[in-house]
C-alpha cells in the first residue's frame, strides 16, 4: 500500500495491478482454478472480455487446463491479446454483454462454466485481500475499503475475510465496505440509494459496467452491515480521477480510478474523516486501457 493525497486527504492506495495477469482477478482465478483441476476439471469456459477472462486464460494455461472464453462480437481484439497468448480459445457472441453470459450460461451444458461472478470459490480467492490489508496494517482493520464494483467480488471478498477475522477475534470491528460505480452503468448504487433504475450507457469504467449483476442484493447486504455504503460517479469524475492519479504515479485503468474518485467525494461529504485510515483498491493496470488514455489525452494512436 502506497500513501498518496488525494482529494484533501491522504489514503493508502493498494496496488493490485502488480498481480501476474496485472488485476486483481488473479486471487479469485487462481483459488478457483486450483480447486477444479484438483477435482479433475481439464476444461473451463468463461464469459469476459477483460480482466477475468485474461486470469482464467492464465491460471488455466499454468494449470494445464483448456480455457474457453466467450466474449461480446463487439470486443476490442487488443482485450483478448493476453487470453489469446495464454492459448484461450476466444469466441464470438453477437450482441451485448448480456447475451455473451446468456450464452455462455447454453454453452455450461457441455463444458464447465467456471464463471468469476458464479463460482463460489472465486470469493474465496478475493478474500484474501482482506487478509493482506490486516496484515500490512499490523494486524488491524482500516476505517473504511473503497473498491470499484461490477459484479461485486471485491465487495463481497472483503466481506467474507474480514468477517472470518471479526469471528477469529483478530479485529475488533468491520471496516465500512464502499463501492464505486459509474452513473451511466450503476444497478447496484443505485439499488442501496434507493433510486430508479434506468437503462445502461456505455462508460469508460467498462470493467464495471454490469448491467444485471447476480450479486447484487448480497453487495446491499454488505453495504448496510458494514454500514459503508455506494458512490455513484460522473463520467468527468473518473476520467479526471484516471489522469490525476496517473500524475502522481498510479497508470491505472479508469475502472478501478473510480475507488480514487469516490474517496474523494466521500470526503467532501463528511462521510469518510481525513483522520480515518481509508483504502483505496486500485485493481488493473493503465496499460491496459491504453486507447481509453489516449482518448482523455487527445492523442492519436
Not at 50 to 68: K, L, S, T, V, W
Not at 150 to 161: D, E, F, T
Not at 280 to 291: E, S
Amino acid at each position: 500500500m502506497v500513501p498518496c493525497a488525494f482529494g484533501g486527504a491522504t489514503a493508502l492506495m493498494k496496488c493490485e495491478w502488480f498481480m501476474p495477469t496485472g488485476s486483481f482477478k488473479d486471487r479469485g482465478a487462481s483459488v478457483m482454478l486450483s480447486l477444479l483441476r484438483a477435482e479433475g476439471v481439464t476444461a473451463v469456459l468463461e464469459d469476459s472480455s477483460g480482466n477475468g477472462g485474461a486470469a482464467i486464460a492464465a491460471y488455466a494455461a499454468a494449470g494445464g487446463m483448456q480455457a474457453r472464453i466467450m466474449v461480446p462480437a463487439s470486443t476490442s481484439a487488443a482485450k483478448t491479446v493476453q487470453s489469446r497468448a495464454s492459448s484461450a480459445e476466444i469466441v464470438l457472441v453477437p450482441g451485448s454483454r448480456q447475451d455473451c453470459a446468456d450464452a455462455a450460461l447454453r454453452e455450461a451444458a457441455n463444458t464447465f462454466y467456471a464463471s468469476h461472478n458464479w463460482h463460489p470459490y472465486f470469493l474465496q480467492g478475493t478474500k484474501t485481500l482482506a487478509y493482506e490489508l490486516w496484515e500490512d496494517l499490523g494486524f488491524k482493520a482500516p476505517d473504511n475499503v473503497i473498491v470499484p464494483c461490477g459484479a461485486g467480488s471485491n465487495v463481497l471478498g472483503c466481506s467474507i475475510g474480514f468477517g472470518e477475522l471479526l469471528r477469529a477475534g483478530q479485529i475488533d470491528r468491520m471496516p465500512r465496505i464502499f463501492g464505486a460505480q459509474p452513473a451511466n452503468c450503476a444497478p447496484i448504487a443505485r439499488e442501496f440509494l434507493e433510486l430508479d433504475p434506468i437503462p445502461a450507457q456505455p462508460t469508460i469504467a467498462e470493467g464495471t459496467a454490469i448491467a444485471e449483476p447476480l450479486r447484487l442484493r448480497e453487495c446491499i447486504g454488505v453495504f448496510r452491515q458494514s454500514q459503508g455504503g455506494a458512490v455513484m460517479l460522473a463520467e468527468a469524475e473518473i476520467a479526471r480521477a484516471t489522469l490525476d492519479l496517473a500524475r502522481r504515479g498510479f497508470y491505472v485503468e479508469p475502472t478501478c480510478a473510480q475507488a480514487a474518485a469516490a474517496f474523494a467525494k466521500l470526503l467532501a461529504s463528511g462521510t469518510i474523516t481525513p483522520e480515518e485510515t481509508t483504502v483505496v483498491v486500485l485493481t488493473g493496470t493503465g496499460l491496459k486501457a491504453t486507447p481509453r488514455f489516449a482518448e482523455l489525452l487527445g492523442v492519436a494512436i
